[in-house]
């Protein structure tokens, strides 16, 4: 006899092979989603991390940027006030060689060989929005080019100062040796005139070597030897024939001396103006340089919230 299948068998069998599909759905569904959500919110805690590591890079960059600042202004007034101390000694002694005080710090150097475009972007995210923050941060720069080459030419401008001033005194020098060797010269030539020759009572021809120390400074020797001596020999002693090449050696050293003196004067006047170039820019880094220590301080990170797509 034939066995007929069992109709409720079947439907018994056919409910549990749904239910077990069912159960298997799910719980691939509930993993597919579980491993999603972990992965979305590992994706989410590295983007996180990323982020607050970029801000900090950020605010350490800008915190070095205003170190440097600061110490380059600390540096600018101090070489501005070794400047108008050098002004102040020329002008007190213009024909003598005075050397400028220099302070050993390269952070100005420092900071124009920073990355300016990552600074541009720490600055645009931590820098607290106002209607002058972008004329600030050009202003930065701005004010630091022109300290670093404003700094660097009055340096530049003192060495050059020296080697004219020393060119000139050995200029000097040498017409005054000239000068003392001809008055020696003239002096034996007339030792054998006769007596009561009247340039045998030209006293500057006992005029000796050892003489010279007795003047201080290069204008004490000219004011007190050389311009008496022209104006002697201008006065009493136009006709002698040593007054050519005397009187002329005496023109020469009284220019130049005159130059120097004037070059000078003139000098100290420009490196007092620097101060007064250089004090607008310091102020307006000075302000900029505290608004931005106080936008790094109060910068708060910003919190990304977790969602389960990281949407």
Not at 68 to 73: D, K, P, Q, V
Not at 250 to 278: G, M, P, R, T
Request: glycine share 4%.
């Amino acid at each position: 006899m034939f066995n007929y299948y069992n109709i409720d068998s079947f439907n018994q069998e056919s409910s549990s092979v749904v239910m077990d599909f069912i159960v298997t759905l799910f719980g691939t569904g509930a993993g597919f989603f579980c491993a999603l959500f972990l992965s979305k919110k590992n994706e989410r805690k590295q983007k996180v991390k990323e982020n607050n590591d970029l801000i900090n890079k950020y605010k350490s960059r800008l915190g070095y940027l205003t170190e440097l600042i600061s110490s380059s202004i600390i540096l600018i007034e101090t070489q501005v006030a070794n400047l108008i101390k050098l002004a102040e000694e020329i002008k007190e002694k213009p024909t003598e060689v005075h050397l400028l005080i220099h302070t050993a710090n390269n952070d100005l150097e420092r900071l124009q060989k920073m990355d300016s475009e990552e600074v541009f972007h720490a600055y645009n995210l931590i820098a607290k929005e106002a209607d002058d923050k972008s004329k600030n941060y050009h202003n930065i720069y701005s004010c630091i080019d022109y300290l670093y080459l404003r700094s660097k030419q009055g340096t530049e401008q003192v060495t050059k100062h020296v080697e004219y001033t020393y060119r000139d005194q050995m200029r000097i020098k040498e017409l005054l040796d000239g000068l003392l060797i001809d008055l020696f010269h003239w002096k034996i030539f007339f030792q054998n005139k006769p007596k009561g020759h009247l340039s045998t009572q030209f006293h500057f021809f006992d005029l000796k070597s050892e003489n010279f120390v007795n003047w201080e400074t290069l204008g004490d020797l000219i004011s007190e030897f050389v311009v008496p001596l022209e104006k002697e020999l201008k006065e009493n002693h136009l006709k002698e024939e040593y007054f050519p090449g005397l009187h002329n050696i005496c023109v020469q050293a009284i220019f130049i001396y005159n130059h120097l003196v004037q070059n000078s004067v003139s000098f100290s006047k420009e490196l007092v103006a620097i101060k007064s170039d250089i004090e607008p820019k310091i102020k307006i880094l000075k302000t900029i340089n505290t608004k931005l220590k106080s936008d790094i301080s109060n910068y708060k990170n910003p919190i990304l919230k977790d969602s389960i797509f990281g949407f």
